[in-house]
């Protein structure tokens, strides 16, 4: 199992931390935000209910969106805009 960071397209970027449990999926969640800019979009995927609380919480603290939130075959998808 290994944490996947990618950029996905024009200011898109893709972050898979499936299989991690607390506190992994923010703090892998917090680097790639602070390796993209500004206005660019960050979609994770992860399967670790209480990540997806802590990483909210956090967006919300520091000034990024969460524009999308959507659980689909067990995974949680969080599609966040860096602000």
Do not use: W
């Amino acid at each position: 199992m290994a944490m996947k960071f990618e950029k996905t397209g024009d200011n898109t970027y893709m972050l898979d931390v499936c299989g991690y449990v607390c506190p992994h999926p923010q703090i892998y969640c917090k680097k790639s935000i602070e390796k993209i800019e500004e206005g660019d979009v960050l979609q994770v995927v992860l399967d670790n209910p209480s990540s997806v609380e802590t990483i909210v919480q956090m967006c919300d603290q520091v000034g990024h969106e969460v524009l999308e939130r959507k659980t689909e075959g067990g995974k949680i998808y969080l599609k966040i805009q860096k602000g």
